[in-house]
């Protein structure tokens, strides 16, 4: 071989037995490629046939894993001392390389109008709802340990696996939505719920971990709280300062003449403040989420139409690769990694996870109904679809990695089956939960809007049902501090970080073909469990979903 010869001319002091892993890391990546082109060319044969058994109760991400479970074992049959070496999930290459083009994806892409109109719910359910459910199975899988029934847990490690297991990852979920064109607020729900659980479930995590080393007392307990705040609050700062880098750069330079270096730069802030944040030991999730929201709401209306059109499916597609790449690792984890399971242990934890999430879903979307006029309800069916929505992913997986107390195996094995479960399961039943209760757009599948009564028209009826929204009680109090800064943005942000005059500005450039584009959003179809359009002049937000509507984009898989 090659290597050995270089190893006898004498140029290399390498020994010869790390100087034989170069080909087998060679294989490993040529193995991993081959993987991903054959998920890819899996999911567009499912993609082209949808009526299909396969197509309809196995997903995209179900494909990966099983691939990935194939290529562990068939590896594990023929040369099982190298597998580890071949495909292995690593977790701080997760961490650092495919996870932070996911992140910055969902807040770059997100639709903003209809998270914003869904503020106060999705609050609720990613800070309240993953705090309650992380306690709920925690303990749940303590007294069922403490009892005997099952492998038993200490109550600090039912709490971490309680806060890790608490991660949801439903871009299966996500990915039928858009296909079948789920009502817009279902999916606003769902994705905004799934984005904020991620960050505060890794930020409790990382919160709890500090307690392994360190004894409960009541001053630990007010330091771990002030240690959660301290980590989100910062990561959202480190996310917010680096947009407006990228705004200030985008405003003030002429990069937006040079598509490669205007792309780039989008790139590379995304990945600094990534990067910066969990160098100090705040949350990377957080940060590049965060610039990413803002990275769209400001830098895009400085930008060039084709250097946001190719920045938008840049992270799309680096995305699609990435979330891929992790099923595949996460199916041939099963082989490389050392299992300990315990089914009592796993059946525990499967039914602590529906309960939990039950606990939260229902009474908080009772809560958000209490508080808002009758058609802007969560209705029953669109909760079910929420419950039935709490897949586990990547995340859950990653953050069992680090998990360093006695048990570690233990919780790692329960966790990889977790995932599996959800994934193929209840991310393989998605279709057809949605086919039973018919939530689709109005316009799309679902029957056609009633005629109005005689002098109810749509302008007036949506006026009525925006007085009615924001006239309520409770979701005032989430709704009414948004439109506040939504003015004072228009006013003095946008006009400093930004080339935007205004939607009833001359024509121009930068800023006002965004403005033009948004405008058609104003106009999309409503249905009967969909919101009424807030008007520009009560939600100014930019979308970068307008972008979408000029753009050839496939829709998020995996």
Avoid at 19 to 27: D, M, N, R, T, V
Avoid at 30 to 40: E, H, S, Y
Avoid at 287 to 298: K, P, R, V
Avoid at 372 to 400: C, D, T
Wanted: charged share 15%; with cysteine.
């Amino acid at each position: 071989m090659a290597t050995r010869w270089l190893l006898q001319d004498g140029s290399s002091t390498i020994g010869e037995n790390e100087g034989e892993l170069e080909p087998i890391k060679a294989w490993g990546i040529f193995i991993q490629l081959g993987m991903l082109v054959a998920a890819f060319l899996i999911a567009f044969a499912m993609r082209m046939n949808p009526g299909h058994f396969f197509s309809r109760y196995l997903s995209e991400a179900g494909c990966a894993l099983l691939l990935g479970c194939i290529a562990g074992f068939v590896l594990d049959k023929i040369a099982p001392d190298t597998l580890e070496s071949v495909v292995s999930f690593d977790r701080e290459f997760f961490f650092l390389f495919l996870l932070p083009p996911i992140i910055f994806d969902s807040g770059y892409r997100m639709k903003r109008k209809k998270f914003f109109v869904n503020f106060g719910a999705i609050l609720l359910y990613a800070f309240l709802g993953t705090f309650l459910s992380s306690i709920i199975v925690g303990f749940i899988v303590y007294l069922f340990g403490w009892y005997g029934i099952i492998h038993p847990l200490s109550l600090l490690e039912s709490l971490i696996f309680g806060a890790l297991i608490s991660a949801t990852d439903p871009v299966t979920i996500l990915s039928v939505f858009q296909t079948l064109n789920v009502d817009l607020n279902l999916y606003s729900l769902v994705f905004g719920e799934s984005v904020l659980n991620d960050a505060v479930a890794i930020v409790l995590y990382r919160t709890l971990i500090v307690y392994i080393d360190h004894p409960v007392t009541v001053s630990t307990i007010f330091a771990g709280i002030g240690l959660f705040l301290l980590i989100f609050i910062g990561s959202f700062m480190i996310g917010l300062i680096f947009a407006v880098i990228l705004a200030l750069l985008t405003k003030n330079t002429n990069i937006s003449k040079t598509t490669s270096i205007e792309v780039s730069m989008v790139i590379l802030i995304a990945f600094m403040s990534y990067m910066i944040a969990e160098g100090l030991k705040f949350s990377g999730i957080v940060a590049i989420l965060f610039c990413g929201i803002f990275s769209a709401h400001y830098a895009l209306n400085n930008m060039s139409k084709r250097g946001a059109e190719v920045s938008v499916e840049v992270f799309h597609i680096l995305a699609f690769l990435s979330e891929t790449f992790v099923f595949i690792y996460l199916g041939a984890a099963m082989f490389t990694k050392h299992q300990d399971y315990h089914w009592g242990l796993i059946a525990i934890a499967l039914v602590a996870l529906f309960v939990a999430r039950a606990c939260h879903i229902f009474p908080f979307a009772y809560m958000v109904n209490q508080s808002r006029h009758e058609s802007f309800h969560i209705p029953f069916k669109n909760q079910f679809v929420m419950w039935y929505s709490g897949l586990r992913g990547a995340i859950a997986f990653a953050l069992s990695l680090e998990v360093s107390t006695e048990n570690a195996r233990v919780i790692l094995t329960t966790t990889l089956f977790v995932v599996f479960f959800t994934v193929l399961v209840l991310g393989g039943g998605i279709q057809s939960v949605l086919d039973y209760f018919k939530i689709y757009r109005e316009g799309v599948d679902a029957p056609s809007t009633p005629v109005p009564a005689d002098g109810d028209t749509p302008t007036r009826r949506r006026s009525s049902d925006r007085e009615h929204f924001f006239g309520g009680n409770t979701m005032d109090l989430f709704y009414r501090p948004v439109r506040a800064f939504v003015k004072f943005d228009r006013k003095f942000f946008k006009s400093w970080l930004t080339n935007y005059r205004g939607p009833h500005a001359e024509d121009g450039e930068g800023g006002q073909e965004m403005d033009a584009l948004e405008e058609e959003d104003d106009d999309e179809p409503q249905g009967p469990d969909t919101p009424p359009p807030i008007s520009r002049a009560s939600l100014e937000f930019t979308d970068t979903e307008s972008i979408h509507s000029n753009t050839v984009v496939p829709s998020t898989t995996l």
